[in-house]
């Protein structure tokens, strides 16, 4: 610790502002993405949005195109924690600088590690400081000028690159972990798509088709209203007394079926559900933003949990639990739910009954029987991997303290 020096982040660095792209060439498409706060994740990290990307189709100045290894950090506060959150660019050539955001230029190479300041601005300390020189009232701001103001202490380069090293490894894991959950999904939804949409089910060359009322579908299949074949809000007692889990809306997805940050509580106020059950949202923007969940966390079959009265819960009557999850993530099924919803501007609920209008194509019980078969195991292990990168989370966000402080001495590994 003797080595470690007491300086300012601006000893260390100067942070660039971004550029005003202007919103009248931001659309659905185009040849790069304006990075937002929204593409950090509150602990820190580069978070992919996917469809909900910003594209920019305008003039774009050079100097605002993004390299891989380039650090950024957020000077909005466009949701609650993101402010003072960084991450690094993950590709070349496609992210641009927004305003919002700061790009961190090292002072002097041999005095400082961008490994190291990643995980610096993501320590408690520092973010408590950038948060404390936010100004604003709806939404908080900061500068390069305040940001570059805060107190820290660091150590010799050659720690530095040991504790961000450390660190990393978790990272890196964590990593590892999301992007196969992202694939078992993405691989649940297609074959959902093949099977039950476009109907290229094993077979399906020597299987006749029949019309319908949604056009030909496969023959000894059943057009039917999705209310028929899922429980719409089933009924499930809870006991009031005692602790139980509980699901707030905060803890659904926008674009995963795994349940966050779930509760303990008492009472038994608002949806029940069990294991097998999808948690729709039923709110916007909440819908909109595609919020929905997969409950696989209860301890056993006959195991019930509450949550917020804001989702609508749907389980399987003759399908399977995995089918209606992945149709509930289907635009279509979404597009019904937001066609049927009404209230006050801001506020818009869904009207359950709109699930009498989705017509759903009865498969028979042998190709449902496959598909779980095909899916469960990926539903499980996503699971299990999900609970793998909160452990990993837990252990890293212990160490960060704790190495960003001198308690663990790394000098001599």
């Known amino acids: 610790m003797s080595k470690w020096r007491d300086c300012t982040l601006g000893d260390l660095l100067e942070i660039k502002h971004g550029?005003?792209?202007?919103?009248?060439?931001?659309?659905?498409?185009?040849?790069?993405?304006?990075?937002?706060?929204?593409?950090?994740?509150?602990?820190?990290?580069?978070?992919?949005?996917?469809?909900?990307?910003?594209?920019?189709?305008?003039?774009i100045p050079k100097d605002y195109i993004l390299s891989k290894g380039d650090l950024l950090i957020a000077m909005t506060e466009q949701a609650e924690g993101l402010l003072g959150s960084s991450a690094i660019i993950p590709r070349s050539g496609l992210y641009l600088h927004n305003q919002r955001l700061g790009l961190v230029n090292i002072r002097d190479a041999e005095a400082a590690d961008k490994n190291f300041l990643y995980f610096l601005f993501n320590s408690k300390s520092v973010?408590?400081?950038?948060?404390?020189?936010?100004?604003?009232?709806?939404?908080?701001?900061?500068?390069?000028?305040?940001?570059?103001?805060?107190?820290?202490?660091?150590?010799?380069?050659?720690?530095?690159?040991?504790?961000?090293?450390?660190l990393s490894a978790y990272d890196d894991l964590i990593e590892n972990n999301q992007r196969r959950i992202k694939i078992l999904e993405e691989m649940a939804r297609s074959l959902y798509r093949e099977w039950f949409v476009h109907f290229r089910f094993p077979g399906h060359e020597n299987h006749p088709r029949v019309p319908s009322p949604l056009g030909e579908i496969p023959q000894g299949w059943e057009v039917r209203r999705a209310s028929d074949c899922i429980e719409i809000n089933p009924r499930v007692k809870v006991p009031k007394d005692g602790e139980k889990p509980f699901v707030p809306m905060g803890c659904l997805s926008n674009d995963s079926m795994v349940l966050h940050d779930i509760e303990l509580r008492t009472g038994n106020s608002g949806s029940k559900f069990q294991n097998g059950d999808t948690l729709f949202a039923r709110i916007t923007p909440c819908l909109e933003n595609g919020k929905t969940g997969f409950v696989q966390f209860l301890p056993g079959a006959g195991s019930v949990g509450?949550?917020?009265?804001?989702?609508?819960?749907?389980?399987?009557?003759?399908?399977?639990?995995?089918?209606?999850?992945?149709?509930?993530?289907?635009?279509?099924?979404?597009?019904?739910?937001i066609k049927s919803m009404s209230g006050a501007t801001g506020r818009q609920r869904v009207q359950e009954r709109c699930f009498d209008d989705f017509s759903v194509v009865q498969p028979p019980?042998?190709?449902?029987?496959?598909?779980?078969?095909?899916t469960r195991p990926s539903f499980k292990l996503i699971f299990e991997?999900?609970?793998?990168?909160?452990?990993?989370?837990?252990?890293?966000?212990?160490?960060?303290?704790?190495?960003?402080?001198?308690?663990?001495?790394?000098?001599?590994?």
Not at 28 to 50: A, C, M, Q, R
Not at 306 to 326: A, D, K, M, Q
Not at 389 to 401: A, F, H, I, K, S
Request: glycine residues 10%; charged residues 25%; positive net charge.
């Open 19 to 59: 550029f005003a792209f202007l919103g009248e060439h931001f659309s659905d498409k185009g040849s790069h993405i304006v990075l937002t706060p929204g593409n950090f994740y509150d602990e820190g990290g580069f978070k992919n949005k996917g469809i909900k990307e910003k594209w920019y189709s305008g003039p």
């Open 127 to 166: 973010r408590q400081q950038i948060r404390g020189s936010a100004s604003g009232t709806k939404i908080r701001h900061t500068a390069p000028s305040r940001i570059e103001s805060v107190k820290v202490r660091v150590p010799p380069l050659l720690i530095q690159r040991r504790i961000a090293g450390i």
């Open 306 to 337: 509450f949550g917020s009265t804001e989702f609508i819960v749907l389980r399987s009557r003759t399908l399977t639990p995995e089918l209606v999850y992945c149709m509930a993530r289907s635009d279509e099924f979404r597009g019904v739910a």
């Open 365 to 374: 019980k042998a190709l449902l029987d496959r598909f779980s078969e095909s």
């Open 385 to 413: 991997l999900d609970g793998q990168v909160q452990n990993l989370r837990r252990t890293r966000d212990l160490l960060l303290p704790r190495l960003l402080s001198g308690q663990i001495d790394v000098e001599g590994s």
